[in-house]
């Protein structure tokens, strides 16, 4: 399967450009690397495991992805709090980051069922 034709890789890669696009020129390092990796872990996790051989290995990596994406979300909400992000665009990713996740949690589930 070409990782390139998932929607949840699809969606994650914008939503990982767009982090870098937005946090471009930013004065708090810290910050904007951590969220921009943690934007980048999610598709790249997803294209590492869907090229996977084993079903095990696939599900290590997507399992990665959805963590990952835990993280964005964690830090999207902390840099709305501190006013780094403004509303319109933290409740626009939080609600992208929902749906990536509900997204990876499908694919984990119907690749745990191929292992049955």
Request: aromatic share 12%.
């Amino acid at each position: 399967m070409y990782f390139e034709r998932l929607e949840v890789w699809k969606r994650a890669a914008k939503l990982s450009a767009e982090l870098y696009i937005y946090f471009n020129g930013f004065q708090d390092f810290g910050f904007r690397d951590q969220i921009t990796r943690s934007g980048l872990s999610i598709p790249s996790n997803i294209a590492e495991g869907i090229t996977r051989a084993s079903i095990k290995d696939k599900l290590r990596f997507i399992n990665m992805a959805y963590s990952s994406c835990a993280e964005l979300r964690t830090q999207i909400y902390i840099g709305t709090r501190i006013d780094y992000v403004n509303q319109s665009t933290s409740k626009k990713w939080i609600a992208e980051t929902q749906q990536i996740s509900s997204m990876l949690h499908g694919l984990m589930q119907n690749l745990k069922a191929k292992m049955d």
